[in-house]
T-cell receptor, first 116, second 108 residues
Framework: EAGVTQFPSHSVIEKGQTVTLRCDPI?????LYWYRRVMGKEIKFLLH????????ESGMPNNRFLAERTGGTYSTLKVQPAELEDSGVYFC??????????????FGSGTRLTVV | QKEVEQNSGPLSVPEGAIASLNCTYS??????FFWYRQYSGKSPELIMF????GDKEDGRFTAQLNKASQYVSLLIRDSQPSDSATYLC????????FGAGTTVTVRA
């Protein structure tokens, strides 16, 4: 079984530019989550999809962030325009059961975003 | 989101010793508790989950949960250099709230 795949693995962009991160969940996982770790801080929840619907986007920092999951398969997270404080590692995770249940999430390897 | 606090570390232990990691959480209604291991530059990897009071053992790892004290711990017995990593405590309703992590270094 393929794991959660994220790309790019690294991205360096200038302030004001746009970046799109992609996540391919494990096949059959309806639940998809985005998390972010900013340098020196704990990993924070951004949002949760159930299939193509946004279940919870309470962790999205502001309207410069837009997440989509067309067709309920892969998801994209776009940052436009990027700011310096957006730098960090963006993790995607997926699960079969709603939420972590008793089994936890499977995380992707993350995208390290650096805004300069 | 719930507040999750871990002993800040870093924690350095000799090979073969027991590493003890602690975590407290603020939401008394939390139901599921997880320990993730994260190697530098890698994704978090689930190593233990626990949801009932008491101990849960899996190989060299033992998780302990005390809901009355809102306390979760992880013991790593017979620590190996390969256990050197950051250990993340996480608490769940349906989304995970993470602690900041404790970095463990096992000295050969």
């Amino acid at each position: 079984e393929a794991g959660v795949t994220q790309f790019p693995s690294h991205s360096v962009i200038e302030k004001g530019q746009t970046v799109t991160l992609r996540c391919d969940p494990i096949s059959g996982h309806d639940n998809l989550y985005w998390y972010r770790r900013v340098m020196g801080k704990e990993i924070k929840f951004l949002l949760h999809f159930v299939k193509e619907s946004k279940q919870d986007e309470s962790g999205m920092p502001n309207n410069r962030f837009l997440a989509e999951r067309t067709g309920g398969t892969y998801s994209t997270l776009k940052v436009q325009p990027a700011e310096l404080e957006d730098s960090g590692v963006y993790f995607c995770a997926s699960s079969q059961v709603l939420g972590a249940g008793y089994y936890g999430y499977t995380f992707g390897s993350g995208t390290r975003l650096t805004v300069v | 989101q719930k507040e999750v606090e871990q002993n800040s570390g870093p924690l350095s232990v000799p090979e073969g010793a027991i590493a003890s990691l602690n975590c407290t959480y603020s939401d008394r209604g939390s139901q599921s508790f997880f320990w993730y291991r994260q190697y530098s530059g890698k994704s978090p990897e689930l190593i233990m989950f626990i949801y009932s009071n008491g101990d849960k053992e899996d190989g060299r790892f033992t998780a302990q949960l005390n809901k009355a004290s809102q306390y979760v711990s992880l013991l790593i017995r017979d620590s190996q250099p390969s256990d050197s990593a950051t250990y993340l405590c996480a608490v769940s309703d349906y989304k995970l709230s993470f602690g900041a992590g404790t970095t463990v270094t096992v000295r050969a």
